[in-house]
């Protein structure tokens, strides 16, 4: 029971490059989230999921799009890196909306 | 705006200490308030609270909402130095509308 893995654990990209995130849970949760962290601001929501096919948008959605195709796997796409997209990303998952949400270790990315 | 506050945002005790940290909201349609622990990487779940006046009760941490006063308490007694993370208040809204605070680094030293 690996829980919630994030891949990778590390990025670097340049300004307009795209990249995509993959979150993959393994407790059968309906819900999924996308968060990023910085520096003084705690979490931003920036896309959920209540459910396979489903997705809708968070706090700071911009600039970011996402897909659930599979119920397990929820991928977050940057299609042109920013700078201001600095940051650590977490996925997490839960099995109720917010309640008792599972993390994943998280992904450092930066864009130079 | 909905906001989350929480204060005070770094606080340093020793080991057998007792601490309070805060966590105040302005929300539009509040559902519930939620407590998370930060060490070095993924948050984990504390509580999960929605009514005024009932404690959560997690071993030597505790938490109280007051929706009245629009606010939260988180207290861990007897702290040890496992205890040290960064604590997450975060608020349910209504509309799947999810807001984190900025955190209270907690250092507790032997």
Redesign the interface.
Known sequence: NAGVTQTPKFRVLKTGQSMTLLCAQDMNHEYMYWYRQDPGMGLRLIHYSVGEGTTAKGEVPDGYNVSRLKKQNFLLGLESAAPSQTSVYFCASSYLWVYEQYFGPGTRLTVT | EDK?VQSPLSLVVHEGDTVTLNCSYEVTNFR?L?WYKQEK?????LF?LTSSGIEKKSGRLSSILDKKELFSILNITATQTGDSAVY?C?V?AAG????????TRLTVKP
Do not use: C, I, Q, Y
């Not at chain 2, 990487?41 to 779940?45: E, I, L, S, Y």
């Not at chain 2, 799947?96 to 955190?103: K, T, V």
């Open positions: 989350v519930s939620l990487k993924a948050p984990t779940f999960m997450l975060a349910e799947n509308d999810m807001r984190f605070g900025a955190g």
